[in-house]
C-alpha cells in the first residue's frame, strides 16, 4: 500500500511541476511578448521622430534649393538687365548729345550767314550814306578809308573778300573811266595799312574791260542788264597787290546776273551758287604739295542812291562766302566728329553738294559731294540756310539746305565696357550674396543642429523624470513662458540702471530717451524708474573764471566766447587724457567729476592731477590770447576747488534731458571753489585723506585759516602743490599749536595770496605785440585808401621840410584847432581790400621798434604807465568799433553815404582812426605821476618850457613826435602819411586828441564848451561842413576822454 502511494505522489508532483513549467512557460512568453510590443513601439516613436525631422529636413532643402534657383535667375536677369540698360543709357547719350550738336550747328550757321548779310548791308549803308552826306553822285563814289572799314567788317563776318561793284551806265563809260585814274589812292592807302607800303600795286586799267561784249556772253534782249550797265569792281578789301584786276566787269559771271536782277526786282540779299577758286601750287610764296579748290558763295547786297525807299540801284556789294571756315569754332573742343553735307540748289544753275567734318573747333572740307556714312542716315539733322520760303531752284534762287550726320568717331566715343562691367559687377553682387547666404545657411544648420541635440537631451531627461502628463504640463508652461518673452519689450527700463546711465553718457541722448518714454502705453505717469544711481566714491571740480566778468565788460562778444572756446577746449583735452567725466559749463564756471559712471578708486588722485593740469595749461592759455584779446587777458587767474563724496547722478528727463550731479558733495565742492583763491588748487578734508590714503600727502599744504560753509561750521581745508613737490621748510612765525593741528606729511602754509604777477618784461612784450598789431591793421587800411584813391606822393624834400617846421621848438598848445576836418566821402571807381595790403619787414620793424621805445619811455607810476595807456588804446578801438562804418570794400550806395555823414566821417577814415589810437598809446609818455597844478607849483622847468599849459600832454606828444621823426623811422612815416596835406591832418588829429586828455585847463575847458554849443545849438546843422567836422572834432576828443578817465577810475575801484 505504501509503495502505491509514493508513487502516486511521485507521479503527482511530476505532473504539478510539469504544470508550473507549463505556466511559467506561458507566462514568459506573455513577458517577452509585452518587452518586443514596448521595443516595437519605442523604435515606431524613434522612427516617427526621425521621419518628422526628415520631413522638415527635406522641406528646408527643397526650401534652399528654390532659393539658389532663384538667385541664379535673379543673377542672370540682373546682369542682363544692367547690361542693356547701361548700354540703352549710352545710346540715349549718345542720341542726345549729337541732337545738342546739330542743334548748335543749324543756329549758328544761320547766325552767320544772317551776319555775313547784315555786314553787306552795313557797308551798303555806309556808302550811300557817305554819298549823300558829301553830294556825290554815283557811280562817282569811293569810300574813304575803305581798308579798315572793309577789315572790320571782314572779321564780323568771318570772310576772306568784300568788294565795291559800282553799276555804270554805258553812257558814263568814258566818264567814270576818268573819274577813275584821279581817286584810285584808296589801292596804295590799303595796301599800307596792312603794312605792305612797299608793294607797288601798278596803275589801275585805264578803261573798263568790256569781258561781256568780248566773250560773247549778252543775252540778245537790248534792255538785258548787261547791255544797259557795265559792273566794274572799284574797291575791295583787302586792297589788291595788282590794281591791274580793277574794274573788270563782273556781268562776264553769269552767276551774278540773276542775283543782281532779282536785286533790282525785289531788293532783297541774295546768295550765288556754289563756285570754286584754285589756288595754285606757290601762294604767297609757300611751296605747295598740289594745287587745291576751296569752295565759295557770293553774297549780294544792292546799294542805293538814297537811304528812303524807292531808290535806284547804283551798285552792289560782294561778300565772300568761304566754306572751308564756314563751320569753325562752332563746336567746343573735345566734342567728336559730325559732318554736315551743304546742298545748294540754284534750278537752272545746277545743284552740288560739299561734305565738311566738324572735329571740336575745327573744320575741314571732306569732299565735294555728300560723303557722309549711309548707315547714319536714321540721325539725319537738316535746315534750310537761305530762301526758306522758296521751293528749290524756284526762279533760279539758291537754297542752300544742311544736313548734319554723326561719325563713327562720335559713336565709338560712346561705345564703351561699361555695360559688360556694370553686368559683371551686379553677377559678382549676386555671387557675394549667395556666398554669404551659404555661411549663414551652415551658421543656421550648426545651431539648429546643437539645439536640436540640446532638445533631445533634455526630452530624455524629462522623460526619464516624470510622467507622462507632468510631461505635458511642463512643456505647456515652458511654452507659456516663451510666449510671453516674446510679447515683452526688447528693452526695459529700470533693470539696470548703471548701464543706462552709462548708455546715455556714450551717446544716447535724453531727448530720444524721452521720446521713447513718451511711446510707451502709460497714460498719467512713468511706468519705468529714473535713469539715476547713487555712486558712493568719487570727486568733483569746480574751476570758476577769477576776473572774467570784468575782463568781458570790455571785450566784444566774439572775443568772450573765443576766449571761453579755446580754455573749455583744452580742458576737454585733459578730460579726456586724464578719463574725467566733463558734466557741463555753467558761465564760466566748468564742472567735472571722476568716478562715474564708471567707478575707480584713485579718483581723488585722477582729480587732482586733472586739475593741475588745468592749472598751468590755463595759464599758459590766457598769456598766449594776450596778442588777439588785449591787455588784462593774462591777469585773469582760475579758482579751483575739489571735493569727494557720495554723489547722486543720473538723466533728468524731461524736454531737454540732461545729466546732473546731486547731493551734499556738490555744493560742498562749490564752497571749495568760492572760498579758494586765484590760481590756486582748494581741497577738502575728505580728498585731502584719500590723497594721503594714497601716499600723496607730499601734494598737500594745511591752509592756515579754516572755511566756514553753511550748515557744516568750520571746515579745516588744503591746497594742492601745483608742483608736486613736498615742501622742505614750514613758513617762518609759525607755531607748534599750529604744526599740531596739521596730519603727518603735510605741510602747513600760509594765507596764500595770489599766484605771482607775470614778469614785467613778459608783460610789457606781449602789450608792445598788441599794439603793433592793432595799429599795423589800420595801417593797412591808410594803404588800401590811397591805393584805391590813386594818391600822388608828394616829393619826399617836400615833406621833409614839413616834418622839420613841426619839431620840438614849437609850442604844441597853440596848435590845438576848434575844427579838425576830415576828407569827404568819396565814392572810388577801383577799391582795393585791406587784406590784400601786406606792409613791408621794414616799416613792421619800425613800427615795433617804435613802440617798444615808446613803452621804455613810459614811467612806472600807478595811473599813467604803458599799460594804462595800452588799456586806453584798447578801449577808443572798441568804441570805434561800435559806430557803424560805410563798406567801402563794396559798389557804393546812398546808404553808405549817409552813413558816413551820420558818423561825420571818422569811421571812413583810417588815418583818423590811426591818429586816434596812436593818440591813446602816446598821451601819458614821460608823464611824471602828479598832476599839471603840482609841476606848476614846483616851478619844474617842464612848467617853463610849456608856459605852465597842459605841460605833461605837450611833453608826450613833442617826446613821441621827435622819436616818430627820427630816421630810424622813415619808411613808418611814408606809410602813414605821402603828401603835405596827409601831414598836416594827421599831426593836427594828435596834438587834438592828446591835449584833450587835459580836463583840468581852463582854456582848453572853455575852448570845448564853446565848441559844444556851437555845435548843438539851435542853428547848428550837419548840412555844413564845418558843422559836421566840428561834431567829429567833439567826438573823437570825447573818445579818448571817456577811455582815460574810466580806466582811472577802474584801478581806483
Known amino acids: 500500500m505504501m509503495n502505491g502511494q509514493d508513487d502516486d505522489s511521485e507521479l503527482l508532483s511530476v505532473s504539478e511541476f510539469s504544470q508550473e513549467d ?12 509585452f518587452e518586443h510590443e514596448e521595443n516595437n513601439k519605442k523604435k515606431k516613436k524613434k522612427s516617427k521622430e526621425h521621419e518628422i525631422g526628415s520631413k522638415e529636413t527635406k522641406s528646408v ?14 543673377c542672370v536677369t540682373a546682369s542682363t538687365l544692367a547690361y542693356f540698360f547701361t548700354r540703352d543709357q549710352e545710346e540715349d547719350d549718345y542720341r542726345n548729345d549729337f541732337k545738342v550738336y546739330a542743334d548748335e550747328v543749324k543756329r549758328v550757321a544761320k547766325d552767320v550767314i544772317q551776319t555775313k548779310i547784315d555786314v553787306g548791308e552795313s557797308l551798303s549803308i555806309q556808302i550811300t550814306s557817305y554819298a549823300n552826306d558829301n553830294g556825290f553822285l554815283f557811280p562817282f563814289v569811293t569810300l574813304p578809308d575803305f581798308e579798315r572799314v572793309s577789315a572790320n567788317l571782314r572779321h564780323m563776318a568771318n570772310t576772306d573778300f568784300i568788294s565795291f561793284i559800282s553799276l555804270v551806265p554805258r553812257e558814263k563809260k568814258a566818264e567814270f573811266e576818268n573819274y577813275t585814274l584821279y581817286n584810285n589812292e584808296w589801292v596804295q592807302e590799303g595796301l599800307e595799312v596792312q603794312g605792305l607800303g612797299d608793294v607797288d600795286p601798278g596803275p589801275i586799267p585805264s578803261f573798263i574791260v568790256d569781258l561781256v561784249q568780248m566773250f560773247g556772253v549778252a543775252r540778245p534782249d537790248p534792255n538785258a542788264l548787261e547791255n544797259l550797265y557795265f559792273a566794274p569792281t572799284w574797291q575791295t578789301g583787302p586792297a589788291p597787290f595788282n590794281a591791274s584786276t580793277l574794274l573788270s566787269d563782273v556781268f562776264v559771271n553769269p552767276q551774278l546776273l540773276p542775283s543782281i536782277e532779282r536785286i533790282l526786282s525785289e531788293g532783297t540779299v541774295q546768295i550765288t551758287p556754289i563756285f570754286k577758286i584754285v589756288i595754285p601750287n606757290t601762294a604767297a610764296g609757300v611751296e605747295l604739295e598740289r594745287p587745291f579748290e576751296v569752295p565759295h558763295s557770293a553774297m549780294t547786297n544792292g546799294i542805293y542812291d538814297t537811304l528812303e525807299g524807292n531808290g535806284n540801284l547804283v551798285g552792289f556789294v560782294y561778300t ?26 540754284c534750278g537752272e544753275a545746277g545743284d552740288s553738294k560739299m561734305t565738311f567734318v566738324l572735329d571740336g573747333e575745327e573744320s575741314y572740307l571732306k569732299a565735294f559731294e555728300d560723303a557722309h556714312d549711309p548707315k547714319f542716315d536714321s540721325r539725319r539733322e537738316s535746315t534750310v540756310l537761305t530762301n526758306e520760303e522758296f521751293e528749290a531752284g524756284e526762279d533760279g534762287r539758291c537754297r542752300y539746305e544742311l544736313e548734319i550726320y554723326p561719325t563713327n568717331k562720335l559713336k565709338n566715343t560712346y561705345d564703351s565696357n561699361e555695360p559688360l562691367i556694370y553686368s559683371i559687377v551686379v553677377a559678382m553682387i549676386f555671387v557675394f550674396t549667395t556666398m554669404v547666404f551659404l555661411v549663414y545657411d551652415w551658421a543656421v544648420q550648426r545651431r539648429q543642429w546643437m539645439i536640436i541635440r540640446a532638445a533631445r537631451k533634455t526630452q530624455a531627461i524629462v522623460s526619464s523624470l516624470f510622467p507622462k502628463n507632468v510631461q505635458d504640463r511642463i512643456l505647456k508652461d515652458v511654452d507659456d513662458e516663451v510666449q510671453r518673452e516674446a510679447n515683452k519689450p526688447l528693452v526695459t527700463r529700470g533693470n539696470r540702471t548703471k548701464d543706462q546711465l552709462q548708455n546715455f553718457l556714450k551717446g544716447k541722448d535724453g531727448v530720444a530717451a524721452a521720446e521713447e518714454e513718451a511711446q510707451m502705453p502709460t497714460p ?83 582729480m587732482a592731477r586733472f586739475a593741475r593740469d588745468c592749472l598751468v595749461q590755463f595759464t599758459a592759455t590766457v598769456k598766449a590770447m594776450v596778442v588777439e584779446l588785449g591787455p588784462d587777458t593774462e591777469e585773469l587767474g582760475v579758482r579751483i576747488g575739489l571735493h569727494s563724496g557720495p554723489v547722486t547722478a543720473g538723466v533728468l528727463r524731461g524736454e531737454r534731458a540732461r545729466f546732473q550731479l546731486f547731493g551734499d558733495t556738490v555744493n560742498t565742492t562749490a564752497r571749495m571753489e568760492s572760498t579758494g583763491v586765484p590760481n590756486k588748487i582748494h581741497l577738502s578734508q575728505e580728498t ?21 560753509a553753511k550748515g557744516k561750521g568750520e571746515l579745516q581745508t588744503y591746497w594742492l602743490d601745483s608742483t608736486g613737490e613736498t615742501a622742505t621748510a614750514t613758513t617762518e612765525g609759525e607755531s607748534d599749536e599750529e604744526e599740531k593741528g596739521a596730519k603727518p606729511g603735510i605741510q602747513t602754509a600760509p594765507v596764500v595770496a595770489p599766484a605771482p604777477a607775470v614778469p614785467s618784461a613778459d608783460k610789457y612784450n606781449r602789450l608792445v605785440a598788441w599794439n603793433c598789431d592793432i595799429l599795423a591793421k589800420l595801417l593797412t587800411q591808410i594803404v588800401a585808401r590811397r591805393e584805391s584813391r590813386r594818391t600822388d606822393p608828394d616829393p619826399v624834400a617836400d615833406i621833409r621840410k614839413l616834418e622839420e617846421q613841426y619839431g620840438s621848438n614849437r609850442y604844441v598848445l597853440s596848435e590845438v584847432q576848434e575844427i579838425v576836418r576830415l576828407p569827404k ?43 594804462h595807456a595800452s588799456h586806453v588804446t584798447m578801449s577808443v578801438m572798441k568804441l570805434l568799433s561800435r559806430i557803424v562804418a560805410p563798406d567801402l570794400t563794396s559798389a557804393p550806395t546812398d546808404t553808405e553815404e549817409a552813413l558816413h555823414d551820420h558818423t561825420y566821417g571818422i569811421t571812413s577814415d583810417p588815418m583818423t582812426q590811426f591818429a586816434v589810437a596812436l593818440s591813446a598809446l602816446i598821451h601819458d609818455v614821460d608823464h611824471p605821476g602828479v ?43 611814408r606809410t602813414i602819411y605821402v603828401t603835405k596835406n596827409e601831414f598836416l591832418r594827421f599831426r593836427q588829429l594828435v596834438v587834438n586828441i592828446v591835449l584833450a586828455t587835459d580836463i583840468m585847463d581852463k582854456d582848453l575847458g572853455a575852448l570845448r564848451k564853446g565848441r559844444w554849443n556851437r555845435a548843438f545849438s539851435e542853428q547848428s546843422s550837419d548840412n555844413t561842413e564845418d558843422d559836421v567836422n566840428r561834431k567829429a572834432t567833439i567826438v573823437m576828443e570825447h573818445l579818448i576822454q571817456a577811455s582815460d578817465v574810466a580806466h582811472t577810475m577802474q584801478h581806483w575801484h
Not at 532643402?61 to 535673379?74: D, P, Q
Request: net charge negative; charged share 25%; hydrophobic share 40%.
Open 524 to 606: 498719467g505717469a512713468r511706468s519705468s524708474k529714473p535713469i539715476a544711481d547713487l555712486f558712493p566714491e568719487a570727486t568733483i571740480i569746480f574751476a570758476d573764471i577769477v576776473g572774467f566778468t570784468a575782463w568781458s565788460s570790455t571785450r566784444e562778444p566774439t572775443q568772450v566766447f573765443q576766449l571761453l572756446e579755446t580754455i573749455y577746449h583744452v580742458f576737454d583735452e585733459i578730460a579726456n587724457r586724464r578719463r574725467v567725466f566733463k558734466v557741463e559749463t555753467v558761465g564760466d564756471c566748468y564742472v567735472a567729476v571722476a568716478g562715474l559712471p564708471e567707478p575707480r578708486k584713485d579718483h581723488a588722485i585722477v
Open 320 to 345: 565772300s562766302v568761304p566754306w572751308n571756315d564756314f563751320f569753325n569754332g562752332i563746336l567746343s573742343e573735345g566734342t567728336g566728329d559730325i559732318e554736315v553735307v551743304v546742298s545748294e540748289n
Open 61 to 74: 532643402f527643397r526650401a534652399k534649393l528654390m532659393v539658389y534657383l532663384v538667385l541664379i535667375v535673379s
Open 688 to 708: 585731502a585723506d584719500l590723497l594721503v590714503a594714497a601716499g600723496k600727502s607730499q601734494w598737500l599744504r594745511t591752509r592756515r585759516e579754516k572755511v566756514v
Open 931 to 973: 598832476p599839471n597844478t603840482q609841476l606848476i607849483k614846483e616851478q619844474t622847468s617842464l612848467a617853463a618850457v610849456y608856459r605852465n599849459k597842459s605841460i605833461a600832454e605837450q611833453n608826450s606828444v613833442d617826446l613821441a613826435w621827435d622819436l616818430l621823426m627820427d630816421d630810424a623811422y622813415s619808411d613808418l612815416r
Open 825 to 867: 566821402f568819396e565814392a572810388d571807381s577801383q577799391r582795393v581790400d585791406p587784406w590784400s595790403v601786406q606792409l613791408s619787414e621794414e616799416v613792421l620793424s619800425q613800427l615795433k621798434d617804435y613802440v617798444q621805445t615808446l613803452a621804455a619811455m613810459y614811467r612806472d607810476n600807478p595811473f599813467h604807465n604803458f599799460e
Open 22 to 33: 507549463e505556466l511559467s512557460s506561458s507566462h514568459g512568453d506573455r513577458d517577452s511578448s
